[in-house]
């Protein structure tokens, strides 16, 4: 039995706020041309994501790990409870079979992030390119992000910090996770897990433009088949793992 | 804090005259001396807008992915690192830091460092202090202070009979 849709009044007035964003968005374009463009900014036409194939990545390797680790400069304090872990090994066991599989889990970055909704303050935002950040100017270390991310992908620093890098700055009573190493990727470089993984010559994981059709992650995803690690939930996560 | 910053620039104002041969006369904060170019707008436009400067692009940064910045704290310290004597530089824990200079002179305490790096790039900053010390260290260190403040003996607060 289908049932003829309701235009509700709420939809009414999304569709009267698209048209104003249009004027607004054209409005902006005139200005871009008058060469008040900002240049290296985040994309809106680029959607960066991740493909992961998860047969290629061997179970004992950490390279991923810990070129995160020296490129933003996150380390351990020997508590297993509330150390940063921006991206993590998981392995994964299937029980009728034994077969294990291990793979990289760090933020997804998701096109709808749980994290960003709940944030009380506007600091888990999205770029226009659709990297999930953490603005720590204005963090005020609630957690509520770390409780809404469904893939544990966040830490909070409960240690007072020094000697960060340069490219991530990073403090006590703040939020943090993986940021696509934003900072490279404005460079036009690759994220380091992706070049670590390149260098050990297991090549398990493929960044680019999803939104772009001739890149390489998105003939890959076109071809193979490729899952979002809690697809139920509609988050439309940028990164992609492939023979999961 | 915008009467604290107020009070900063009447006190440098004050000083300035006497800073005209290169020293200053220990009524305003002694400024560690920077290396490399002086600012083309000058000292005072520096003193005064160096937060704004900061600020807005700190936002153009994160959000929209702007690197090509006019000012970024990390280029600060390519000029305003201050040696620590052992081939190293002082960290915002110190007294010297560059920051600290005025800061504390006008009784203003900076969040910055809070994550931000207060040293140049690549220079491996010392375990910290705080981070570091036990807790019998830390006992020694207050005990050493009320020693000082009380008399010998008397740390625990006069509270032993």
């Known amino acids: ?244 | 804090m915008r009467l604290a910053l107020l009070f900063l620039g009447l006190a440098l104002a004050l000083v300035s005259p006497a800073s005209a041969d290169g020293t200053w006369a220990g009524l305003g904060p002694s400024v560690p001396k920077a290396t490399g170019e002086p600012h083309p707008e000058g000292n005072a436009y520096m003193r005064r807008h160096h937060m704004q400067l900061m600020r807005h692009d700190r936002n153009l940064t994160v959000h929209d992915g702007d690197r090509d910045v006019g000012a970024s704290l990390s280029e600060c310290f390519e000029c305003h690192a201050v040696e620590d004597g052992a081939g190293g530089y002082v960290t915002y824990e110190s007294e010297q830091h560059f920051c600290r200079a005025c800061h504390d002179f006008a009784a203003v305490k900076v969040d910055c460092f809070m994550c931000h790096r207060s040293t140049p790039e690549g220079f491996e900053e010392p375990p910290m202090h705080a981070f570091d010390a036990t807790p019998e260290q830390d006992i020694q260190v207050t005990r050493s202070f009320l020693d000082h403040a009380f008399g010998p003996g008397k740390s625990d607060g006069g509270r032993t009979e």
């Not at chain 1, 544990?152 to 020094?162: D, G, L, M, W």
């Not at chain 1, 001739?214 to 492939?242: M, Q, T």
Request: hydrophobic share 35%; charged share 25%; with cysteine.
């Open chain 1, 1 to 244: 039995m289908s049932q003829p849709p309701k235009i509700s009044r709420r939809d009414l007035l999304k569709s009267g706020g698209s048209a104003v964003t249009l004027t607004i968005a054209s409005g902006v374009t005139l200005m871009a041309f008058g060469g008040s463009e900002v240049q290296g900014a985040a994309d809106a036409g680029k959607r960066w994501g991740l493909l992961i194939d998860v047969n290629k990545c061997a179970k004992d390797c950490t390279a991923c790990i810990t070129a995160c680790q020296d490129e933003n400069g996150w380390k351990g304090h020997g508590n297993r409870e509330t150390d940063a872990q921006w991206i993590r090994k998981v392995t994964l066991k299937n029980k009728a079979t034994g077969h294990e599989t291990a793979m990289p889990v760090m933020c997804q970055h998701c096109e709808k992030p749980p994290c960003v909704d709940v944030c009380p303050t506007g600091a888990s935002f999205k770029r226009k390119d659709g990297i999930v950040l953490v603005d720590k100017h204005i963090c005020i270390g609630c957690r509520y992000c770390m409780m809404a991310c469904p893939f544990k992908a966040r830490s909070f620093v409960h240690e007072p910090t020094n000697n960060q890098s340069v490219n991530a700055p990073r403090g006590q009573g703040t939020v943090e996770s993986c940021t696509l190493c934003v900072h490279r990727v404005d460079k036009g470089q690759i994220p380091a897990c992706v070049e670590a993984c390149d260098a050990t010559g297991n090549g398990a994981m493929i960044f680019g433009d999803l939104k772009d059709p001739e890149s390489e992650i998105s003939k890959r995803l076109a071809e193979f088949p490729s899952v979002a690690l809690r697809g139920d939930l509609e988050l439309n996560p940028g990164v992609r793992y492939a023979e999961l």
